[in-house]
């Protein structure tokens, strides 16, 4: 018992035995205590009732407000303190009261004359003792009771020593079976146990009867008679004699299949894509883990990465809408891993992003046609809510021999540089990754580095393509085209750093320096005489057009560098228009506003919608050099039916029309012939450096 004070409530009106009680209590009898006195019935209700505490109470039955030879003392404090434990004070002949009174609930009683010492103190520590555990044993036994209702749980009760086992009516209902279907071996329970949990079940039984668990407690699958399995829980106890050996072992059973699977649900979804139910990055990155340590202990152990990405997915998005692009997801998924040996991996790691693993890949070539095998597969047209929609894909591929990887998200890495090389020579094709991509990719990130000092060094020069009238054959105006003097990699064209300045928003102070450029030369050309009708092109890129300030900063410029109004033209292309969505056409009504003319750059190969054109205040088109060259000329093949179309489209929307790429004397003718008012190309004359087309308007070339 611990020595915390006791607190004693005496009700006793006798001071004599009053002060005899408190002697023997200050003199140790019940170790440390507190007491609390009342003189009657009436005094300890009331102290009770106003909430005063007390550990046991030492309770005189015969009292000045009780009825003699009565318990009523026992039964008024009862009422108000059901749980306090209570000690009787006994005279002579109050025995057979005092014996009914423990049937009543009293703990003990003591007989007032010949009290002793430690009599008293034994008295009250068992009758908190004895009442704490009678509590607690009731507890518990409620407890079990409304456990095994509540939970509908099927008991069993195992007896060790004949080895044979009680199964409840439940227990046997629960898999489906009669009460007479169930024997009482041992076997009825471990023969419907699933053979892959059995080990471990038994293994659980056994520590528990050795000792080693303080209660059995097993999930394993059980056959129902229907021939399905059902996840349950089988919970015990074992019983044991004196010398700790266990001869009897009981508990029960609870039917937990509809927790297993929530359990395996939420499981799965956190590793899984809920469009396609493939596995997810997470997952991906976990399973290329596994094979990255496999293939590091055993060299002789090889797998490849691949790397997936749709072609131009944002299209079928923009113009079809998002659920036809999930849907087409969805067919993807479902093409790839029918193509795939049972231990590989296909997941989807974001947007129209897939990867797969090829585990215990013997030979390189294997991948490479796995790639091929997913082009092929894909070339069929997808069936989309009543669309034909065709796509392709772009495959990276690395494989565990060209790098020792230490961590899945390398290889996942190379795996995306190789896409990116497919994607660049072509798309719907793969690559595989080598040093010299990495390199590459490397390189690339030098060019960056070197972008950004590229304006305050003045690395950056502007040069000019001429652009012809073709009725006339004289210069109408240039284009300005950037140039790249690359301190270590000499001129460099745009190709090879456009796209970067793109990703990284260099672009916009690169952009505002060509313009600047661009329009200080005109003035300069327009200022002599001879070039004051010339115009410049200058090409707006999609960020630009979608800053804030593009207006204000234009207008400021134009106010900054004289040249005659409607002599710039910006040309941008329809996906850097569609980028700034309801915008803009307001937008670029306030550019035209400052007299500036706006072209659509490689017109065609966009996908706007006839309808969208229409409503764009452009006022020129720039036809595309895939159709010029393609369509060959005079020699009037498909790619010439569409310049037709669009030299006439253009003229039906009341814009001019340009043609770029022209190479040829039978281009040009052809053009002429199809009253296109402007051309561009090699044939007049490649992009110039600045003096050199200063050159051409002062000698008033003339093709
Ligand atoms: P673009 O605006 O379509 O420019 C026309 C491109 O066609 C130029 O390539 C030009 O050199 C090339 N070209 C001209 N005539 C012929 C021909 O007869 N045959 C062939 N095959 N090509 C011809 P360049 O200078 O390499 O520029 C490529 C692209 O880089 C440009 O395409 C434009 O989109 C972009 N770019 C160039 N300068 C700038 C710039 O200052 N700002 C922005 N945002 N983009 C620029
Ligand atoms: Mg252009
Ligand atoms: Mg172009």
């Not at 899945?408 to 798309?427: F, N, S, V």
């Not at 102070?509 to 327009?526: S, T």
Request: charged residues 25%; aromatic residues 6%.
């Amino acid at each position: 018992m611990t020595d915390r004070p006791i607190r004693v409530l005496i009700v006793e009106d006798n001071p004599d035995d009053l002060r005899h009680v408190l002697q023997l209590l200050d003199r140790g009898a019940a170790g440390p205590v507190t007491t609390l006195t009342a003189g009657s019935v009436a005094e300890a209700v009331d102290l009770l009732h106003g909430g005063a505490h007390a550990d046991v109470a030492l309770l005189d039955l015969a009292l000045p407000d009780t009825t003699p030879g009565s318990l009523e003392a026992l039964e008024r404090v009862q009422a108000v303190a059901p749980l306090l434990p209570t000690v009787l004070l006994t005279g002579l002949d109050d025995e057979v009261v005092a014996e009914e009174a423990i049937r009543r609930g009293a703990q003990d009683y003591l007989p007032k004359r010949n009290l002793e010492a430690p009599l008293l103190g034994r008295a009250l520590r068992y009758a908190i003792e004895r009442q704490r555990a009678e509590v607690a044993l009731r507890e518990s036994e409620e407890r079990y009771a409304l456990a095994v209702a509540g939970a509908n749980d099927g008991l069993w009760d195992w007896d060790l020593q004949r080895d044979t086992i009680y199964f409840s009516p439940r227990w046997k209902g629960m898999l489906g079976h009669g009460l007479d279907e169930v024997g009482e071996a041992p076997q009825e329970w471990f023969e419907r146990v699933h053979p892959d949990d059995l080990l471990i079940l038994r293994a659980e039984i056994s520590a528990h009867r050795a000792g080693g668990t303080p209660h059995f407690k097993s999930e394993h699958r059980m056959l129902h008679k229907d021939g399905t399995y059902r996840w349950m829980q089988s919970r015990g106890i074992a019983v044991r004699d004196p010398a700790g050996q266990p001869y009897r072992m009981a508990g029960s059973m609870a039917d937990i299949t509809a927790r297993k699977l929530a359990e395996k649900r939420l499981q799965h979804d956190a590793f899984h894509d809920s469009l396609t139910g493939l596995p997810n990055r997470a997952l991906f990155l976990d399973r290329l883990g596994v094979a990255l340590a496999h293939a590091r202990r055993r060299g002789d152990h090889a797998y490849a990465v691949l790397f997936l990405d749709l072609d131009r997915f944002k299209n079928v998005n923009d113009s079809l809408g998002h659920h036809v692009g999930d849907e087409l997801l969805v067919a993807v998924a479902r093409r790839i891993e029918v193509l795939l040996r049972p231990g590989d991996t296909v997941a989807r790691l974001g947007g129209d992003e897939f990867a797969i693993l090829l585990d215990g890949v013997d030979d390189p070539a294997q991948a490479s046609r796995v790639a091929q095998r997913v082009n092929r597969e894909l070339s069929r047209p997808f069936d989309i809510q009543g669309h034909e929609v065709f796509v392709t894909m772009s495959l990276g591929i690395t494989l565990s021999s060209s790098a020792s990887y230490e961590r899945p998200e390398d290889a996942l890495r190379d795996a995306d540089t190789a896409m990116y090389r497919a994607k660049a020579a072509g798309k719907d094709r793969h690559a595989i990754f080598d040093r010299a991509m990495h390199e590459h990719a490397v390189a690339l990130l030098q060019v960056e580095t070197d972008l950004r000092r590229a304006i305050e060094r003045q690395e950056f020069v502007v040069h000019y393509q001429p652009i012809v009238e073709l009725a006339s054959g004289e210069i109408d105006g240039f284009e300005a085209l950037l140039r790249w003097h690359h301190p270590a990699h000499g001129l460099l064209q745009p190709d090879s750093f456009i796209a970067i300045a793109e990703d990284t928003g260099l672009i916009v102070p690169i952009g505002w320096w060509v313009l600047r450029e661009a329009c200080r030369q005109l003035a300069e050309w327009q200022a002599d005489g001879r070039g004051r009708s010339i115009a410049v092109s200058v090409n707006l890129s999609g960020k630009q057009f979608l800053q804030t300030d593009l207006v204000r900063r234009m207008r400021r410029l134009l106010r900054e560098v004289p040249i005659s109004p409607g002599s710039l033209r910006l040309e941008m292309t329809e996906g850097a228009i569609m980028e700034q969505g309801q915008a803009a056409v307001a937008k670029l009504l306030q550019l035209r506003e400052l007299g500036i003319k706006l072209y659509i750059d490689d017109f065609g190969t966009g996908y706007s919608s006839l309808s969208y054109l229409h409503r764009l205040p452009m006022d020129g088109l720039k036809i595309d050099r895939s159709f010029i060259s393609s369509g060959a000329g005079a020699e009037a093949g498909g790619s010439s039916e569409i310049v037709r179309s669009i030299v006439a489209l253009g003229r039906t929307l009341g814009m001019g029309v340009a043609a770029e790429g022209l190479e040829t004397a039978e281009q040009v003718t052809h053009l002429r012939g199809l009253s296109c008012e402007l051309g561009q190309g090699f044939f007049f004359s490649g992009p110039v450096d600045r003096s050199a087309a200063g050159g051409l308007i002062a000698q008033h070339a003339r093709w």
